[in-house]
């Protein structure tokens, strides 16, 4: 994931989209970041090649996808699976969640991601009680 790959224009534009996340990327990315997610360390809106993934863990090669429902239309999928044939060509190991999936279940989303990165064995930690945020 060398800067020298990337263009300054994508660059701007992973920063751009950090700054404006669906809730459901949100309520993952409070999961992943900072290590808690069994020390794994994920970086959000990361450039790789010619897209920009959701969230990326360059140490297991794994990239994790939320999809909302514009996702389902032909025209995405197409896009989608071009774009995960790249990735994969790449090396990299892609999983796809709908956003309501991650909203409802965000501790069976973090099992898999879990599971995908080859940390099965290894005890959960218990989730945190949720944050509410302070206007």
């Not at 700054?19 to 069994?38: G, S």
């Not at 360390?41 to 994790?64: E, H, M, T």
């Not at 995960?84 to 409802?104: E, M």
């Amino acid at each position: 994931m060398g800067h020298d790959l990337v263009s300054s224009r994508q660059r701007r534009n992973a920063k751009s989209m950090r700054r404006v996340m669906t809730d459901a990327e949100l309520k993952l990315w409070n999961e992943l970041r900072a290590h808690r997610l069994m020390g794994l360390s994920f970086r959000r809106q990361v450039p790789i090649g010619l897209y920009i993934v959701d969230f990326a863990c360059s140490d297991k090669k794994l990239i994790v996808e939320v999809d909302g429902s514009q996702h389902a239309d032909a025209e995405h999928v197409e896009r989608d699976v071009e774009r995960s044939a790249y990735l994969k060509s790449s090396g990299w190991t892609i999983l796809r969640f709908w956003n309501d999936d991650v909203i409802r279940d965000i501790d069976n989303v973090c099992q898999h991601i879990v599971i995908e990165a080859g940390l099965a064995g290894a005890e959960m930690p218990a989730s945190e009680p949720a944050r509410e945020s302070v206007p």
